[in-house]
Every structure is written in C-alpha cells, then in structure tokens.
C-alpha cells in the first residue's frame, strides 16, 4: 500500500519567517494530496489540496508544489503567523478512491 | 454547523468492556471513515464505508468492527477493551471535502 513520509516531525520559526514542510510518497498511482491543519483540540481541517495534473497551487499565504517524477510534495507557508501554530498532515490517495494514507504529522511552532 | 459529530468527548473503560462510539453527519455523504490518532503515528485509518451496510478494512482493523445500518451514522465497536487502544478517536465523511467530527478520547485502565 500506499506509504507517506513527513518531515519535519517539528518545525519552530519566529513570526514572519516562511515554514517548508516536506512529504514524500510511494505509489505512483497516488494522485490526489490534501494538507490538513488541526489547532491543538480541534478537529482537522482541509487547508489546501493539489491533483497531479497541477504542479502548484496558491491560496494567499499557503501554497503546495508537487513533483511527480521524484514523488514528493510541500507545503509552503510564507509571512507566519502565531495561529498558523497547529499540527499540519500531508496526505496521498490514489485515483477516485480517496482514501488518503496520512503523514505522520508536522507541529509547527510560530513564536511572536 | 456542525456537520459531523461524535457521541461522546472522553471516555474511561475498564479493560474487558465493550464500547461503541457513534457518529453521524448531515452532509448526505456516501463516504464515512474511522480513524485513530496517535502522537507521533498521524492518522491510521481503522474502517470505512462506500454505502450503508458495507464496511471496508482500513491499516488498522484488529480488535475493531463497525457498523452502518443508516446512511448518516457510522458506529465503531470495540467488542473488548485493551490498555492499547487508548487513543483519540476521530470520524470523518466525505471525498475530497472530507469532514472530521471533533473526536473521542479513549481510555482503557
């Protein structure tokens, strides 16, 4: 089955700094990759997804890219802010299924 | 608008017990999973449903079964307890516009 490693398990930056967080997947097939955001109990929640025709895709500070040819993908957060502070999870499913296989899971830390 | 919940926030089981956890959406979804949320292991998904009365296995089936006798309710049983199943509990619906309800935390002494 279908295999997603995340990283990093922690990321920490200071307030207006960009975060990168990275995700790698194995089966080729996969080709739908949604990012989760959960604040710290609350439920997760769709920030952004990216279908593997689309090679980025931008929704004001957030953005994905995706390589299909090395198989991964990232979740790009620029000017940060202290309520981006949440556990983000990257995900990969295959064909119309979407029954995505999880990341592990990145919290990132925006100090003010 | 809450659109998935669950029955129970918290809940204390002694090993042995059985447990049933519920959730229900009113999105009309066809699509209704359970997962398991661990620190450190992401999400691992349990079981889910295309339909009512059919169930599939996710990752993590064992000591796990479901139920889906209503398109809007989607039950996960534990028919006896262990220490290892303590964990968060979340239910989700939906394709791409998946939902997640706010999550049962489970535990087992």
């Known amino acids: 089955g279908e295999n997603v490693e995340q990283h990093p398990s922690t990321l920490s930056v200071q307030e207006g700094d960009s975060a990168v967080i990275k995700c790698t997947y194995s089966?080729?097939?996969?080709?739908?990759f949604p990012w989760y955001k959960q604040e710290l109990g609350k439920r997760p929640q769709l920030i952004i997804d990216?279908?593997?025709?689309?090679g980025e895709k931008k929704d004001q500070r957030i953005a994905v890219t995706l390589n299909k040819t090395a198989k991964h993908f990232s979740l790009h957060i620029t000017e940060t802010q202290p309520e981006d502070s949440a556990v983000y999870f990257c995900a990969a499913s295959i064909g119309g299924s979407y029954i995505p296989t999880f990341g592990r899971g990145t919290s990132l830390i925006v100090h003010p | 608008d809450v659109k998935v919940t669950q029955s129970s926030r918290y809940l204390v089981k002694r090993t042995g017990e059985k447990v049933f956890l519920e959730c229900v959406q009113d999105?009309?979804?066809?699509?209704m999973f359970w997962y398991r949320q661990d620190p450190g292991l992401g999400l691992r998904l349990i079981y889910f449903s295309y339909d009512v009365k059919m169930k599939e296995k996710g990752d993590i089936p064992e000591g796990y079964s479901v139920s889906r006798e209503k398109k809007e309710r989607f039950s996960l049983i534990l028919e006896s307890t262990s220490t290892n199943q303590t964990s968060m509990y979340l239910c989700?619906?939906?394709?791409?516009?998946?939902?997640f309800g706010p999550g049962t935390r489970l535990t087992v002494t």
């Open positions: 999105m009309d979804h066809e699509n």
């Open positions: 089966d080729s097939a996969s080709n739908y």
């Open positions: 990216i279908r593997s025709n689309v």
């Open positions: 989700a619906s939906g394709g791409t516009q998946r939902q």
